[in-house]
Structures are given as C-alpha cells and as structure tokens.
C-alpha cells in the first residue's frame, strides 16, 4: 500500500491553491499527503534567478508571488530526501528519476497527440516564454507563447480564436482558468494541473 503523498513545491506550503482541486480531480479528497516547500527559510537572496532564462514562479504562504532561479531549484532537488511517492509541483524541465516530474507527464501526454497546425503556450511570467518555445515546439507547426498570471490580476492581450490547442503551463493554473480561457478560443484548452492529476488518478486507482 502507497503511504502519504509528498507534494513539493518551488515555493512555501501550504500550497491550498493547488493540492485539494489536484486531488478532487484525482478522485480522493481524502488522500493522505505531506507537503515540502524549497525556499521555506532560504533568504531571497540566496535563490533569487540570475537571469531571464533562470526564472520560475510560484506562491509564498501569504499569497504573494516569488521567483526563483531554475539552476538553485535543481541544486536543491539534488540534496532532497524525499521517500515514498513524491510528487514535483512545477513544470520546469527537471530531470530525476525520485520524483513525479510534471513536465515528463506532460511532454509523454502532447507526444501522443499528432502534431497541430497552432498551438499557444500560456505561462505566467513573460520572460518564460523563451524556455517554453524551446519545450513545446514540437507540439504544433507554429506555436506562440503569451503570459497570463495564475496568481495575480490579468489580462489577455492577445486573440486566441483561431488557435487548436491553448496549453497552460503552470501548476498555479487552476481549472477556473481552463474555463477562462475556453472562452477565448475555439480549440482545446489544457493545463499542467489537469494533466497531473489525471496520471496520478491512473496511478492510484
């Protein structure tokens, strides 16, 4: 039998955002977990990014915003004892074989699909959009990228309409913005959250 779930995020717990809609969709609200947060009692200084291809993005316990440096988090999942099944709570490239990373979920779950024509990448911040065009580039024949904050007031400045499939790649999106963003486009809309939970369900059932 599968003990309590870890949940790790990039930033502090506990993340109420994101792990009782993931385990709603799972299907077991009732699911024993623990959470790990990585910057908890790190000054900022010490995993603050160092340029704009080093950025990530989560929440902090009061609700406020954080970025942190890609190459800080991969040093500190590196040192991380974590046993049973832990789960990542970020959908930057990682690479470890300890954890459930939700970029391969996602990346096995656009490699079964047959390659579209458009396809747009939503993540929060805009200097994300370099690393996220380089990730999923092979999902459609052109694909775009444009920020929208899962944790902040904001607004779409680009039109949608016309694109296949919109994919929100961060875990802060919640089902409330696949909603939104439904309403934008005519195509298919998915985000990281889903996608996670969904292999997890498979997993657990």
Same mark, same amino acid.
């Given at each position: 039998? *599968?003990? &309590?779930?870890?949940?790790?995020? /990039?930033?502090?717990?506990?993340? %109420?955002?994101? /792990? ?13 977990? +623990?959470?790990?947060?990585? /910057?908890? +009692? ?6 603050? &990014? ?7 993005? $989560? =929440?902090? =316990? %009061?609700? $406020? ?7 800080? #988090? ?22 470890? %074989?300890?954890? *459930? ?15 579209? +024509? =458009? ?17 999923? !580039?092979?999902? !459609? ?7 929208? $904050?899962?944790? =902040? ?7 949608? $309409? ?6 929100? %790649?961060? #875990? ?22 889903? /996608? ?10």
């Amino acid at each position: 039998m *599968i003990g &309590p779930i870890t949940f790790i995020t /990039i930033g502090e717990t506990p993340r %109420d955002d994101v /792990i009782p809609e993931l385990l709603n969709i799972v299907g077991n609200t009732n699911l024993a977990y +623990n959470e790990i947060g990585l /910057i908890e +009692n790190v000054e900022e200084e010490i995993y603050k &990014p160092r340029d704009e291809n080093d950025v990530l993005v $989560s =929440r902090k =316990r %009061d609700g $406020s915003i954080v970025r942190i440096s890609h190459r800080w #988090i991969v040093q500190k999942l590196s040192q991380l004892e974590c046993e049973g099944l832990c789960v990542f709570l970020c959908t930057g490239e990682f690479d470890s %074989d300890r954890f *459930i990373l939700p970029y391969k979920v996602v990346d096995s779950f656009f490699s079964a699909m047959p390659k579209l +024509n =458009r396809a747009t990448v939503i993540v929060p911040e805009k200097e994300q959009c370099s690393n996220a065009l380089k990730r999923w !580039a092979k999902i !459609a024949k052109r694909v775009n990228c444009t920020s929208f $904050s899962p944790y =902040r007031e904001s607004t779409l400045s680009v039109d949608l $309409s016309q694109e296949q499939l919109v994919y929100l %790649d961060c #875990i802060g999106f919640a089902l409330k913005h696949e909603e939104f963003f439904k309403r934008k486009t005519n195509g298919f809309v998915v985000s990281a959250r889903r /996608i996670l939970a969904n292999y997890l369900r498979n997993l657990l059932t």
